[in-house]
């Protein structure tokens, strides 16, 4: 009997023990595989590093800045994932050298220059290195960044160019006047932010045989004189992005208005303040299509597969108020697209 017993005892020992086995082979097989995190890719290991420069405090600007970094937040790069430098130049080209230089010797991964004078000192300060820069509203960065490849930059270069709004703006004045045959320029030439349009315009003025009539201004406080000037020598006048002449638009656009003349300009806080109609890029759009380029060069890709991003068309914004004074006839096409004011 105690044979039979003991072995019984065993029989039950070795299927306990076979059982037991198994159960943690099934375990094992339903458990996900182990992650390895010992060793985190290069991007995940470093916070990625944004000098963010303005050139000036200028409300089309500070659309952009607010835009990209709102754009940042949604693409889920808070301060754990990327650092932002943001700075001011004031309006001196002097200081966003400076800026820009401070920002290559901290070895930043990305400038974002914000307008063209931004750009062009950020451009300089990042020379042929590893720091790449991303613009935003430039005219014309073939020419103004040297640049010789926009649909594949060989260098370091690329952003969103603003190179819609000057002749755009002169055929909305023709819509408005087929005989308009002179163009008055109400703009300060030490405020680099329009230079590029006001050559364009000039240049486009003298391929349609359109004279220009000049009217620079070197304060805010000459602004309005000249308007009422110029409303007795042009038949149109246009202004490009300028914060001078910005700081001083509601008296502008009262002597326009007083001038019976219409004002055209390149961006649509003034023609919130009176202007009468202009044509621009959505610089809220444009902040945001350069922090796209900033995310995807965070993901590795390079700036020879990121073009510079061109807007098909620019954005036609009418002051009702401004028009119903002039007593002009705003073409129902541009109607049908406008914002209005």
């Known amino acids: 009997m105690k044979r039979i017993l003991c072995g019984l005892l065993a029989i039950l020992l070795l299927a306990g023990l076979l059982a037991g086995c198994k159960k943690q082979e099934e375990q094992q097989e339903d458990s996900p595989a182990p992650v390895n995190t010992s060793e985190p890719s290069p991007k995940q290991q470093e916070t990625y590093r944004i000098g963010l420069i303005q050139f000036i405090e200028y409300a089309p600007l500070d659309s952009a800045r607010e835009s990209f970094m709102s754009r940042l937040e949604e693409w889920g790069f808070d301060d754990g994932k990327v650092t932002i430098d943001y700075q001011n130049a004031g309006g001196d080209s002097g200081k966003a050298d400076e800026i820009c230089q401070k920002f290559v010797k901290n070895q930043v991964d990305v400038i974002v220059a914000i307008s063209t004078p931004a750009a062009k000192s950020a451009v300089k300060a990042a020379g042929s290195g590893s720091t ?135 961006t649509e806080d003034m023609v919130q303040q009176g202007a009468t109609a202009g044509v621009s890029i959505d610089y809220s759009e444009a902040g ?51 914002n209005f004011y």
Do not use: H
């Open 132 to 266: 790449q820069v991303v613009f935003v509203a430039v005219g014309e960065p073939g020419a103004a960044l040297e640049m010789e490849n926009l649909e594949q930059p060989d260098g370091n270069i690329t952003g969103v160019a603003d190179i819609v709004a000057a002749q755009a703006v002169v055929d909305l004045a023709r819509q408005v006047d087929p005989g308009m045959a002179n163009l008055g320029l109400l703009y300060d030439p030490s405020c680099t932010l329009g230079a590029a349009a006001i050559q364009a315009v000039k240049n486009y003025c003298g391929q349609l045989e359109i004279a220009v009539t000049e009217g620079q201004v070197s304060s805010a406080e000459e602004v309005k004189d000249k308007m009422a000037e110029l409303c007795g020598q042009a038949d149109a006048i246009f202004t490009p992005m300028d914060s001078t002449v910005a700081a001083s638009a509601p008296d502008a656009a009262k002597a326009a208005q007083d001038g019976k003349k219409p004002w055209y300009v390149s």
């Open 288 to 338: 945001e299509k350069a922090a796209d380029m900033a995310v995807q060069l965070v993901a590795g890709k390079s700036i020879s597969q990121l073009p510079v991003y061109n807007f098909s068309g620019g954005r036609i914004s009418v002051n009702q108020g401004a028009v119903t004074s002039l007593g002009a006839e705003i073409p129902e096409e541009v109607l049908e697209t406008a």
